[in-house]
């Protein structure tokens, strides 16, 4: 059908964007299934090493669509710069009283990728090719433990649970992490392959191609009214019901149903009243 056709197409053109951006910005394509994370908050996971008399914390932060939006209280100093995507503070305590300031502050992927940093995606299936999620890889990171730098990454195993929408309280999970590449678990029900096709469309502002039908005929048989009525006023000079087009057959419209239903009836009867066919 050649209007579903032109609409697929143009669907496909209107997406193709927002797939293809470099950053990271809770959308991703694999393999041919597109994920969309959007819908997944902004989080922090806490870690506590225990080392009496102190602990330390190490806060995990990342924002799946994009950089990082700090509390308003939080000093500058003891956070990560504008545009970290995912960052660790490490912070000591001593009998039960936060230091001062941080003992390190880690940069570990920016918001903004460079070309040798953009994001990577690694569909993960199971052996009957079943989508079980989606690994992203994010880079741009870079910390130097004493002399010694280190180039920072996140790898984020995105793992498809239908039951959890990803916002809950133990969805994202701190896996590892070796001074150069965090692990971040983040069970989630966008992680799923029919996650995409199962949101309403409508929420996503775009029409079916039943309602775009239905405005089309709509749009049609309007027209075609209002300009057989024009035809007729201004070549016949018809008025009142004549105007419209077709208004014989309008008009007789009532008798055709009517006689349509008799007949109907007498068929499901089987009384087989042939007579009643001679009305047309
Ligand atoms: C996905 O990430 C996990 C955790 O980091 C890792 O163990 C696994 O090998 C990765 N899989 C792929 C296909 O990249």
């Given at each position: 059908m050649r209007p579903q056709t032109s609409l697929s197409l143009l669907s496909t053109l209107l997406l193709l964007p927002i797939f293809s951006l470099a950053d990271f910005t809770g959308t991703a394509e694999a393999d041919g299934v597109k994920f969309d994370f959007k819908e997944l908050k902004q989080r922090s996971a806490v870690v506590v090493v225990k080392e009496e008399p102190s602990e330390t914390k190490k806060t995990y932060t990342i924002n799946p669509n994009g950089e990082i939006e700090w509390e308003?209280?939080?000093d500058k100093a003891n956070r990560c710069a504008d545009g970290t995507q995912v960052c660790l503070v490490e912070w000591p305590w001593h009998d039960g009283k936060a230091d001062p300031a941080p003992l390190h502050i880690i940069p570990i992927a920016n918001a903004k990728s460079s070309k040798d940093s953009e994001p990577e995606y690694a569909i993960l299936r199971d052996s009957d090719k079943k989508v079980l999620g989606l690994n992203v890889t994010l880079h741009g990171g870079e910390y130097a433990y004493g002399e010694e730098k280190f180039k920072q990454s996140a790898v984020v195993e995105f793992l498809c649970d239908e039951k959890e929408d990803g916002n809950g309280d133990d969805a994202l999970k701190v896996v590892g992490y070796d001074r150069s590449t965090l692990r971040l678990e983040w069970k989630t029900k966008h992680a799923c392959e029919n996650a995409l096709k199962d949101t309403p469309s409508g929420s996503k502002g775009s029409w079916g191609f039943f309602t775009w039908f239905i405005v089309i005929v709509f749009l049609a048989v309007a027209a075609y009214l209002i300009f057989g009525s024009w035809l007729n006023y201004n070549k016949y000079g018809a008025r009142g019901?004549?105007?419209?087009?077709?208004s014989d057959t309008l008009r007789d419209l009532p008798y055709l149903i009517k006689d349509f239903l008799r007949r109907a009836v007498n068929t499901f009867q089987g009384s087989g009243g042939r007579g009643g066919y001679s009305a047309i």
């Open positions: 308003k209280d939080v019901w004549d105007l419209l087009p077709h």
